[in-house]
């Protein structure tokens, strides 16, 4: 979800702003994340360090970090593969509802911003969730 509204610009605009600068932000945070302390990547089973969330410059070169500059290396290459699958997804899901994607878009560049109320008239009703549906 982080990533769409950048996709959706690509796909509609075929450029970037920097609309999406905190969600990019926010992705990039949790990749990081996922790779460093839940181990949900490629590198197994370990947690590292994640020295970029102390709030005082000088903090964490003081800290150290618990793993060689390789493996600070192997992270950042991680980091950037699960941002660029989650990219490419939110590309496969926008396009496979592209007309619904242009909707919005031309309802945005006409009002600026859409309540509820106008997504839903674009969009249609929001599917039931699992747990809201009857048995």
């Known amino acids: 979800m ?5 996709t959706a610009e690509e796909l509609v605009c075929g450029n970037v702003t920097t609309g999406a600068e905190r969600d990019l932000t926010e992705a990039t945070r949790l990749a990081r994340r996922m790779v ?11 947690a590292f360090q994640a020295n970029a ?4 410059l000088g903090y964490e070169l003081a800290q150290g970090r618990d ?3 390789a493996t600070a290396a192997r992270i950042d290459q991680e980091v ?3 941002l660029a699958e989650r990219h490419a997804y939110a590309g496969r899901l926008l396009t496979d509802a592209r007309e619904l994607l242009d909707h919005r878009a031309q309802a945005l ?3 600026e ?3 509820q ?3 839903a008239r674009i969009l249609g009703p929001r599917p039931a969730r699992a747990e809201e549906k009857p048995e």
Not at 2 to 6: F, H, I, N, S
Not at 53 to 56: I, Q, R, T, V, W
């Open 2 to 6: 982080l990533l769409a509204g950048r």
């Open 36 to 46: 460093t302390r839940w181990g949900m990547g490629e590198l197994g089973l370990a």
């Open 80 to 82: 950037q593969r699960v």
């Open 117 to 119: 109320h106008a997504l």
């Open 109 to 111: 560049l006409q009002a």
């Open 67 to 69: 793993h060689s500059e």
């Open 53 to 56: 969330e102390h709030p005082f």
């Open 113 to 115: 911003t859409l309540d």
